[in-house]
Nanobody, 122 residues
Framework: VQLQASGGGSVQAGGSLRLSCVAS????????LGWFRQAPNKEREFVAT????????YYSDSVQGRFTISRDNARNTAYLQMNNLKPEDTALYYC????????????????WGQGTLVTVSS
C-alpha cells in the first residue's frame, strides 16, 4: 500500500485544517487508515484511526472532540478534519495503513506515508 498525505499548513490557534491521505495499491480500501504525529523532540504518537468500513474510529485523548477522521472508499482517501487547533498540535503528521483497526504504537506490518507539516501559532 502506498500512502500520499497532503493538507498541512500554518494556522493560528483556534483555526482549522483538513489533512488528506490517498491510499493506492492492491486492496488499499481494505485497510484501516489513520494518523500519527511527531512534534520536535518528542516521540511519535497516535492521533486517530478509522476502520475500512468507516463505521468505527478511535482518537487520542488529546484530540478527541476537536479532530474528526473520515474516509471515502470510492476515492481511497481518508481525511482528518482538525478544528480548534492548539500550538501543541504542531507536528509532522503521518498517514498510516493497518491490516486491522488498532491504536497500537508499533505494528510490524504498518504502512507509512510521508509526513505533512502542521504549524499552529499562538
Amino acid at each position: 500500500v502506498q500512502l500520499q498525505a497532503s493538507g498541512g499548513g500554518s494556522v493560528q490557534a483556534g483555526g482549522s485544517l483538513r489533512l488528506s491521505c490517498v491510499a493506492s495499491g492492491p486492496d488499499a480500501r481494505a485497510y484501516a487508515l489513520g494518523w500519527f504525529r511527531q512534534a520536535p523532540n518528542k516521540e511519535r504518537e497516535f492521533v486517530a484511526t478509522i476502520a475500512w468500513s468507516g463505521d468505527l474510529a478511535y482518537y487520542s485523548d488529546s484530540v478527541q472532540g476537536r479532530f474528526t477522521i473520515s474516509r471515502d472508499n470510492a476515492r481511497n482517501t481518508a481525511y482528518l478534519q482538525m478544528n480548534n487547533l492548539k500550538p501543541e498540535d504542531t507536528a509532522l503528521y503521518y498517514c498510516i495503513a493497518d491490516g486491522e483497526l488498532t491504536t497500537a504504537q508499533y505494528m510490524g506490518d504498518r504502512y507509512w506515508g510521508q509526513g505533512t507539516l502542521v504549524t499552529v501559532s499562538s
